[in-house]
């Protein structure tokens, strides 16, 4: 098995852009190696960094969270205090998550709700419809208080 991987074979076996590596290697997300040539060679540790990046952008990390709090170290070097503060984002990353699933599933519902009436309109369906748009204003209002309740009594039904 090969020790370094140049980066059209990283490219490649990672389906990460050539353009990519060459930013993180800028910005100082992964640096690999340089060779005699200047060509950057990849090392195992270097690809296992790079998949754990890949990992932390589909849920959701920007490249400057994933910079500032997962500098990869390797495991002899971390420190507890290391470990709590990460610990410490990754429950309020995850607190984020949940509130932006729980407000997905608000508007999943709502868009449920209004092709449902749609599709069988009726003075039922468009009843129900309206309950849930009032439910969910209220919540709306209730997460923003700022918005204007004008005309809000004049919808009840």
């Known amino acids: 098995m090969k020790n370094l991987y140049s980066i059209q074979e990283v490219s490649r076996m990672l389906g990460i852009s050539?353009?990519?590596l060459r930013?993180?290697?800028r910005?100082?997300?992964v640096s690999p190696s340089r060779e005699d040539n200047r060509y950057r060679m990849?090392?195992?540790d270097d690809l296992i960094d790079l998949m754990n990046i890949q990992i932390m952008q589909y849920?959701?990390?920007s490249l400057d969270e994933i910079r500032g709090k997962f500098g990869f170290h390797r495991m002899e070097n971390i420190s507890p205090a290391y470990c709590?503060?990460?610990a410490a984002f990754l429950d309020a990353k995850n607190a984020e998550t949940r509130k932006k699933?729980?407000?997905l599933e608000k508007v999943s519902r709502l868009l449920s709700a209004a092709t449902e009436t749609l599709r069988?309109?009726?003075h039922e369906s468009d009843r129900r419809l309206a309950e849930i748009v009032r439910d969910t204003y209220r919540e709306i209002r209730m997460i923003k208080p700022g918005i204007c309740e004008e005309g809000c009594n004049e919808l009840k039904g």
Do not use: L, P, Q, R
């Open 18 to 20: 050539k353009d990519t």
């Open 23 to 25: 930013y993180y290697d």
């Open 27 to 29: 910005i100082g997300i």
């Open 42 to 44: 990849y090392s195992k």
């Open 59 to 61: 849920a959701d990390f």
């Open 84 to 86: 709590e503060e990460v």
């Open 101 to 103: 699933i729980a407000h």
């Open 120 to 122: 069988d309109f009726n």
